[in-house]
């Protein structure tokens, strides 16, 4: 391997989703979860679903994952396009060394081992763990572990990333930074990214577009798009003005639940 | 911001490695590997020179004759002779296959019969109580069961070692599947891991901690159920360490009797030490380890 970034992808790394409904439970039990929620993520693009507790966010992006099943609607992915999932804990394997998690799923797609070598070493060096790779999880920060398990979702070779709150348990500098490091990994390897968050500076600060979704159940209620140009800062007055229309938006939606 | 006039990229790669040596520092090792070894061993030398001690003072009260009764001295004196006698190493080739036939048998049985009751839900429904008590039923009352079934012979002992040591086995493996953080599974699956791939990469490492817990208590009952059955089942021609414990008190040789006991306590304790360095080797990889090591 010599060239450090996949080539760029086109349209095969847009998400469509068609009218998805999802419902946990029978009868009179059955609790809907996802009402009716359409949404496209263009390729390349970088989309933020926020929303408070109970809109269905996780849930929505285990059936765009394929862990979980639709009850209704569609979600159309590019032809073979498995996308990558994060999520807010680092979830790697305890009993493997920082390289080994990373090598998984290569060894699952069957790559010969010189190639699975070769890819491992890019993928630390693409986030900056190269002298870690013998180390084991335990043995790491909370945010140097969220890389780990980035560079073992880029070693997917996907162009859609989930993303579910995978910041949502570190300090604030340790998140900028990430900030910064998933803004040029998706920048350089054209991803598209579906991002789930409830803090509403961080969608402000990552997001080409924000989509609230309303909680029980689970609805698209509004959408903005954040023409703020890049690189940016959390703690700059665009992003803030952004983040406090967002708030607002959300505390509505919250407040209507409080009857 | 002074630090805006550099590229981003030069900025973040200075904060990460700077973080990243932050986060890492200060996570030494602890003492020496001799000093640790030294701190868990000495308490055990003066705990068993405690109870040699007791022993010898019990002898000196004049309890019991010494005939039934011999002192530490003496039985030492014994085991010594023991040791370089080809009876002790006859005895305990016998009893070592019967005891590895036995207990490999024993955790095939309990690997496929644990991984079928952890998932498939009927089995779970009619077997998983039944291989609970099955635990709790003493191996030795089996033995009359298998001496009618197989007499006085190897089959009868090797049926017993494997009843007694299967269901803790399997006990383990359905344990070890059960808490399976539900995270990694959903991880793995979306790492491109279905169906036997799953269990290769995924479930079987993270229920090896609580397989190998279940092969140590498997082991045990194996042991166990095993000197039962050589007490009980004596086969003439096969002088196991058993039969020679039978032996030794027909005969009333005091001394042989606890060389060979001491024997057996100490093959049990050196199997039962393999199985914790296993167990401890695996929590040290996975990090969860205490500070003081164990």
């Known amino acids: ?259 | 911001m002074a630090s805006d006039t550099l590229t981003g990229s030069t900025r973040t790669d200075a904060e990460i490695s700077g973080l990243d040596a932050l986060e890492t520092a200060g996570r030494q090792r602890g003492p020496s590997r001799v000093r640790r070894a030294w701190s868990a061993l000495w308490p055990k030398l003066a705990a068993l020179a405690l109870a040699i001690a007791f022993w010898q003072v019990v002898v000196w009260t004049g309890w019991k004759d010494p005939w039934a009764l011999p002192g530490p001295a003496t039985v030492f004196a014994d085991l010594g002779h023991y040791l370089v006698s080809s009876a002790l190493w006859d005895g305990l080739a016998t009893t070592g296959r019967r005891a590895a036939v036995g207990f490999a048998a024993a955790v095939a049985v309990g690997l496929v019969l644990g991984l079928a009751v952890a998932r498939v839900a009927v089995l779970r429904a009619a077997l998983g109580s039944m291989i609970t008590a099955l635990q709790t039923m003493p191996s030795i009352a089996w033995f009359p069961l298998a001496i009618l079934l197989f007499q006085l012979s190897e089959q009868a002992i090797f049926f017993v070692v494997v009843l007694g040591a299967a269901p803790s086995v399997a006990n383990g493996v359905i344990h070890g599947v059960d808490y399976v953080p539900p995270l990694l599974v959903r991880a793995g699956r979306n790492l491109g891991a279905r169906g036997l791939h799953l269990y290769r990469y995924v479930i079987a490492p993270a229920a090896l901690p609580a397989i190998v817990a279940g092969l140590k208590q498997g082991w045990a009952f194996a042991w166990r159920s095993l000197m039962a059955g050589e007490l009980l089942v004596v086969i003439a021609t096969r002088t196991s360490i058993g039969a020679q414990l039978t032996y030794a008190r027909e005969l009333n040789e005091a001394p042989r009797l606890m060389a060979i006991m001491i024997v057996i306590l100490v093959v049990g304790l050196l199997v039962d030490a393999a199985f914790g360095a296993a167990d401890k080797a695996i929590r040290r990889r996975w990090g969860v380890l205490d500070q003081a090591g164990n």
């Not at chain 1, 159309?76 to 060394?97: H, K, Y």
């Not at chain 1, 991002?195 to 979704?213: K, M, P, Q, S």
């Open chain 1, 1 to 259: 391997m010599t060239s450090t970034t996949t080539t760029p992808r086109s349209a095969t790394g847009s998400v469509a989703l068609r009218g998805v409904t999802k419902v946990y439970g029978q009868g009179e039990h059955a609790v809907l979860a996802l009402d009716g929620v359409s949404l496209d993520v263009a390729p390349g693009e970088f989309v933020c679903l926020v929303g408070a507790s109970g809109c269905g966010k996780s849930t929505l992006l285990n059936l765009v994952a394929g862990l979980d099943r639709a009850s209704g609607g569609r979600i159309e992915l590019g032809e073979g396009v498995n996308p990558g999932l994060m999520f807010q804990e680092p979830a790697l394997f305890p009993w493997l060394t920082v390289e080994a998690n990373v090598e998984v799923p290569l060894k699952l797609r069957g790559l010969p081992r010189a190639e699975r070598r070769a890819k491992v070493a890019d993928l630390l060096r693409t986030v900056h763990l190269a002298e870690f790779g013998r180390k084991r999880p335990h043995e790491l920060s909370g945010g140097m572990r969220q890389r780990v398990a980035l560079a073992r979702t880029l070693a997917l070779d996907t162009p859609v990333l989930l993303m579910d709150e995978p910041f949502g348990a570190l300090d604030a500098m340790t998140r900028d930074i990430l900030h910064d490091e998933l803004e040029r990994i998706w920048s350089e390897r054209r991803l598209s990214v579906l991002f789930v968050t409830h803090n509403v500076r961080e969608a402000a600060r990552l997001a080409d577009r924000i989509i609230l979704l309303s909680s029980r159940p689970g609805r698209i209620i509004w959408s903005t798009r954040v023409d703020v140009p890049r690189p940016r800062r959390i703690d700059s007055p665009e992003i803030a003005t952004i983040a406090a229309e967002v708030t607002d938006r959300l505390r509505t939606e919250v407040g209507r639940h409080g009857q």
